[in-house]
Nanobody, 124 residues
């Protein structure tokens, strides 16, 4: 079973950068698409970014396109989310997830395993 753990969250000021990491401790998600979602207080969980099994295909939510970059290192079973030019509206709990398939998915139903989440707070 895939076990995902996020790290790298914190509190930062608007305009700065933060990098989130997700580690698969069981090393079983290397052939799966991976994704990042976020959930702000009082809002539904939303797709942020996704990457295919080999990193050849990526997808981003319009709200983060051009500011966030998803990448993965299959040899280390890690997925990262580089977040630049952060805005207060990026404040949320960020979740890493392993997809059901090798391709990218932008819907939560396309993901089977989820991490516990890491808090990102962006102050004005």
């Amino acid at each position: 079973q895939v076990q995902l753990r996020e790290s790298g969250g914190g509190q930062v000021e608007a305009g700065t950068s933060l990098t989130l990491s997700c580690a698969d401790s069981k090393r079983t998600s290397s052939n799966n698409g991976m994704g990042w979602f976020r959930q702000a207080p009082g809002k539904e969980r939303e797709f942020v970014a996704g990457i295919s099994w080999n990193g050849g295909d990526t997808r981003y939510a319009d709200s983060v396109k051009g500011r966030f970059t998803i990448s993965r290192d299959r040899s280390k079973n890690t997925v990262s989310l580089q977040m630049d030019s952060l805005k207060p509206e990026d404040t949320a709990v960020y979740f890493c997830a392993a997809a059901l398939r090798a391709s990218v998915s932008s819907t939560s139903s396309g993901y089977r395993y989820w991490g516990q989440g890491t808090q990102v707070t962006v102050s004005p």
